[in-house]
């Protein structure tokens, strides 16, 4: 099984800036994408970040400009940094991770894994 944990999370003032990490970790062979999406109170889960195998990476609508994701390969880290934070950023940020694992190719399955989540609050 494939663990991804997060980290990062906490309380920011409006305009703040907060960086969100997470790892992934297991059996992976190949990791095609890793992202971020978060939840508010009586929300659906949403989009915030993703980036995908390539470096090719989407942003929901609502963070385009302000948050911006990168990943470290060698370790199966992505990083989510948070700037000019909202409070309608205020949720519970979860990190995705999708790919192949096994301990051989030729035996390998799909994997896709989420974190526990990590709180995210912007309050003065």
């Known amino acids: 099984q494939v663990q991804v944990v997060e980290s990062g999370g906490g309380l920011v003032q409006p305009g703040g800036s907060l960086r969100l990490s997470c790892a992934a970790s297991?059996?992976?062979?190949?990791?095609?994408?890793m992202g971020w999406y978060r939840q508010a109170p009586g929300n659906q889960r949403e989009l915030v970040a993703r980036?995908?195998?390539?470096?090719?990476?989407n942003y929901g609508d609502s963070v385009k400009g302000r948050f911006t994701i990168s990943r470290d390969n060698a370790k199966n880290t992505v990083f989510l940094q948070m700037s000019s934070l909202k409070p309608e950023d205020t949720a519970v940020y979860y990190c995705n991770a999708q790919g192949m694992q096994g301990m051989y190719a030729f035996r390998s399955t799909w994997f896709d894994s989420w974190g526990q989540g990590t709180q995210v609050t912007v309050s003065s």
């Open positions: 980036i995908i195998s390539g470096d090719n990476t």
């Open positions: 297991g059996n992976i062979l190949s990791l095609n994408a």
